[in-house]
């Protein structure tokens, strides 16, 4: 119960009778159709990035080459890391005043965001790439309740249903939902539809949105709040389910996540989570397959 208690810690009273009360009554069957945080242990702890130094960001799992990918903004890149947090590669990254976030498509396909000029950008790499120029790229500029530095901060993709989930950080927290993303930066020849629901929104844990994570064998969104250290597990109709602190002492962590803004998972169940300066976090369920 103590734990239970820690976990919810520093949400807003309601929101954390709210979700202690789920994870409390949760029976056997709900959890096993769920992604279970309180199941997740931290076994790679505050890792440096061999190479970074500062401003890592959003966070994606590359299925095809088995690696995540990073984007850094005060010198902007994309970093190539393994399961273990090493550095395999970085990209130069131009044509972007300030990208935040970055998630994988299909094979050799990605989306970034600029969180300032809240435009979506598809960008390619393979093995041979050595530079991006997101000025030549395709893009969208979507600018929905711009505010300067608390614009797109996080990205998710549904590949079955080719939903890309759009994280608003604060001022209001908004989850965008669009569809055809995919197929306009492929052909030109869909249209953009953009959703969201305010109700929901206005009752997400945590204080603000750093990270989106769509689960494909659930149908949930993991949202990462930075300010109130938690990811949390939204189910389909967007209500907390369960959580995972990101404060010392719990899950295993040793010191709390200083500032954690990227957010990923493998095909075997382990959840990544970067942090500003350049720290790299890996927790896994006892039951979930290790990816050295």
């Known amino acids: 119960m103590l734990a239970l208690l820690l976990s919810v810690a520093g949400l807003k009273p309601w929101q954390r009778a709210s979700l202690l009360l789920n994870q409390l009554l949760a029976e056997e069957r709900v959890r096993e159709a769920a992604v279970w945080l309180p199941d997740y242990q931290v076994d790679i702890d505050a890792r440096p990035i061999p190479g970074l130094h500062t401003d890592v960001s959003g966070l994606t799992y590359d299925p095809d080459r088995r690696s995540l990918f990073a984007i850094t903004n005060s010198r902007p890149e994309i970093v190539e890391l393994s399961l273990a947090g090493e550095l395999l590669r970085r990209i130069p990254l131009s044509g972007l005043l300030d990208p935040e976030a970055i998630e994988y498509l299909s094979p050799g396909r990605y989306v970034v965001t600029d969180e300032r000029q809240q435009s979506l ?12 120029d997101a000025g030549t790229a395709r893009q969208v500029a979507i600018g929905i309740g711009r505010n300067g530095n608390k614009g797109f901060e996080g990205l998710a993709y549904d590949r079955r249903g080719q939903r890309l989930f759009v994280a608003k950080e604060r001022d209001p927290q908004r989850i965008y939902e669009i569809t055809g993303f995919a197929s306009l930066a492929q052909d030109g020849g869909a249209a953009l539809e953009i959703s969201d629901n305010p109700v929901r929104d206005a009752a997400l844990p945590g204080r603000d949105l750093s990270s989106l994570y769509f689960d494909e064998a659930t149908g949930h969104l993991l949202a990462l709040s930075d300010e109130s250290r938690l990811v949390v597990e939204l189910d389909r109709d967007g ?54």
Not at 242 to 247: C, G, N, Q, V, Y
């Open 121 to 132: 950008v598809e960008v390619r790499i393979d093995d041979t790439t050595t530079h991006v």
């Open 239 to 292: 209500r907390p389910l369960s959580s995972l602190s990101l404060k010392a002492g719990r899950h295993g962590l040793q010191d709390s996540v200083p500032q954690a803004e990227g957010m990923a998972m493998d095909d075997r169940g382990n959840l990544y989570i970067v942090s500003e300066p350049n720290l790299f976090y890996r927790f896994s369920r006892p039951d979930a397959g290790r990816s050295d």
